[in-house]
């Protein structure tokens, strides 16, 4: 079993290459444990100011769906507090437009000081000059838009703090100063966890650390012992409530003094994949004394709130990709880098002579050779099917300069890779992806070879059978909208419409087809909804499975959002489906009312 002491305590150390899957598993069931507890760590709760009102509801509307045990340390609740009152930011991105503007002007004007007829082979003074004037035109319109937003700071609070309020710990914060004052130098100077990192690192005046003089603490001289303080709160209440589940939610993830990053993770496949921060394993020493204060703790985990979120998506079905996207929008490799490169790509050809396209199971098991496996391409596609959005979206930003002279058979594996990280929301692959595929630049041949990887992870398992199918949103609109393309047919119709035409009538709308529009007939009772039928095939059943359920049962929402849902579990753009009558209301959803069984293996057919 790969991590930490997770559920026996006689582990003391993490493996080298932990199992991802096992150590994932092994959360979801700790978060879904009537006796665990799921401690909101200062970061994450101030993280709230620093997203979209929409993420910041995600992120608190997920943890309120894990009910009464989750917690937030007092320690964490001052600092949240003293954090927002000192807030003074009214409008963040104004002097950040300010210099962009200077800035593209200076660019504008000098750089059409060098530019001649010789500069460019495909383009001429004039196209570059207009090409320039329109891209700098639009940046500074989009500039404009946002240059005055405020931040919702007290939107955010109007939510958090009663968040907080009910569920902060009463803890014995007198007691807790004591033993601070009694043991927190000690810790420290020995690099005990929690926090040991704030409160420095020993250096004796000749850089001695065995030296016999008083070791000089540099560190944090503001709340050095604010990690500590919260981490005796989280053992003091777990002794009082008998937990056996100890969670830890935090964005400190790579301090070393909280959390153990393994480097790489053993995948579903046995084979090491990098980690880039998504998997983390508690130190040892907490779990040992977690263990040693409460004795029923079976389980202690500190997981990153992005592998929170991704839980949650997966496992728990909460809707989260406001919160995902805010997550990944601080990281360099969110976005790709720019247009595919073309330069050395195969000459533009017509839909007659794009070439012959080939699709079948093989190429849902391909491997490469050892001696192809080291090649950058390949290890772009290793990133790509890796976990964590750091990763994922890297590799993203690498393909631009492969794409172009990738064979074939990496192609398609290209388009396989996009459609797995984007699953996950990362952002980098969902935006690659799409480009790609409404890239009217970009050779036919190369095109239709990713857009046949896209469809194939979309609508066939890794044993190239059909399988109930997934797929971004972003990513079904473009498939969709570009099906009938006539240079890339060819692509749409080897995947979807040959060789699924056997079980045609176990999905609503396939890319490809003729589509017409979904009607949608939606059926309440006294504001509660009773069911959802789509072209009089229901879309919905009560009494579900938990892994069924609709992402908000129990909970009144807007109807849009249903359908938003709907779209995303059948795999077809929102666009299309089309309500009869009024569809600007809220409705109640039962709580175990939920998505209907459908689609290759499950005996149902939608129409």
Not at 36 to 57: F, G, N, P, T
Not at 167 to 183: F, H, K, P, V, W
Not at 464 to 490: M, Q, Y
Not at 506 to 517: F, I, K, N, Q, S
Request: with cysteine.
């Amino acid at each position: 079993m790969g991590g930490l002491i997770l559920s026996d305590s006689r582990m003391l150390f993490p493996e080298i290459a932990p199992s991802r899957s096992e150590i994932q598993r092994l959360v979801v069931e700790s978060l879904k444990a009537p006796n665990s507890r799921v401690y909101v760590d200062s970061s994450v709760l101030i993280h709230c100011y620093e997203m979209s009102r929409s993420a910041c509801e995600e992120l608190l509307a997920a943890l309120d769906s894990l009910g009464e045990g989750v917690k937030v340390p007092m320690w964490c609740a001052k600092e949240t507090w003293e954090h927002y009152r000192g807030l003074t930011s009214k409008r963040p991105l104004q002097k950040t437009a300010g210099l962009l503007n200077k800035r593209l002007s200076d660019f504008r004007n000098h750089s059409l000081r060098y530019v001649d007829e010789r500069t460019f082979s495909d383009l001429s003074v004039e196209e570059y000059t207009n090409a320039l004037e329109a891209a700098v035109t639009n940046l500074e319109q989009l500039v404009r838009r946002v240059e005055k937003i405020e931040p919702s700071h007290d939107a955010a609070s109007a939510r958090l703090i009663p968040f907080i309020t009910d569920r902060a710990l009463n803890s014995d914060m007198a007691g807790i100063y004591a033993e601070i004052q009694e043991t927190g130098e000690a810790r420290y100077t020995h690099e005990v966890p929690p926090g040991f990192g704030d409160g420095g690192t020993r250096n004796s005046q000749d850089g001695d650390d065995e030296s016999d003089d008083a070791p000089v603490m540099k560190g944090k001289k503001r709340n050095r012992y604010g990690d500590l303080i919260t981490w005796l709160e989280v053992l003091g209440d777990c002794q009082s409530s008998a937990a056996e589940h100890l969670i830890v939610l935090t964005r400190d993830n790579t301090k070393k003094d909280w959390a153990h990053n393994p480097e790489r993770v053993t995948g579903d496949d046995g084979k090491l994949q990098l980690n880039g921060g998504l998997i983390t394993l508690p130190l040892p020493m907490l779990v040992q004394e977690a263990k040693r204060r409460c004795n029923t703790v079976k389980a202690v985990h500190v997981i990153s709130l992005e592998l929170f979120t991704q839980i949650m998506r997966v496992s728990f079905g909460a809707r989260v990709g406001n919160l995902a996207r805010a997550l990944q929008a601080s990281s360099k490799s969110s976005r790709s880098a720019g247009p595919v490169d073309t330069a050395s790509a195969r000459a533009p050809q017509s839909a007659e002579g794009i070439g012959e396209l080939r699709f079948g199971s093989v190429d849902m098991m391909f491997e490469p050779s050892e001696q192809e496996a080291s090649l950058p391409i390949w290890q772009v596609l290793s990133d790509l099917k890796s976990d964590g959005w750091t990763i994922q979206n890297a590799a993203a930003s690498r393909l631009p300069e492969l794409i172009a002279n990738a064979s074939d058979v990496e192609l398609k594996q290209i388009g396989r890779g996009l459609m797995s990280a984007s699953n996950e929301d990362a952002l980098g692959p969902v935006e690659m992806a799409v480009q790609i595929v409404e890239d009217n630049t970009l050779d036919p041949h190369t095109k239709a070879n990713v857009i046949i990887g896209l469809l194939a992870e979309t609508y066939f398992d890794e044993n190239g059978e059909p399988k109930k199918p997934v797929a971004h949103p972003d990513i079904v609109a473009s498939l969709f909208a570009h099906g009938n393309d006539a240079i890339t047919r060819r692509a749409f119709e080897i995947v979807v419409s040959e060789r699924l035409a056997p079980v045609k009538r176990l999905y609503l709308a396939l890319p490809g087809e003729d589509v017409t529009d979904i009607r949608i007939e939606v059926i309440t009772r006294a504001g509660q909804l009773v069911g959802i039928q789509a072209n009089d095939k229901e879309l919905l059943e009560n009494n579900v499975p938990p892994t069924r359920q609709l992402p908000t049962a129990g909970a009144t929402i807007p109807l849009n959002e249903v359908l938003g849902a709907l779209a995303r579990e059948f795999v077809v753009p929102g666009e299309l489906l089309k309500v009869e009558g009024p569809s600007n209301f809220e409705v109640t959803i039962p709580e175990r009312m939920g998505f209907l069984a459908w689609g290759p293996n499950t005996g149902e057919q939608l129409r």
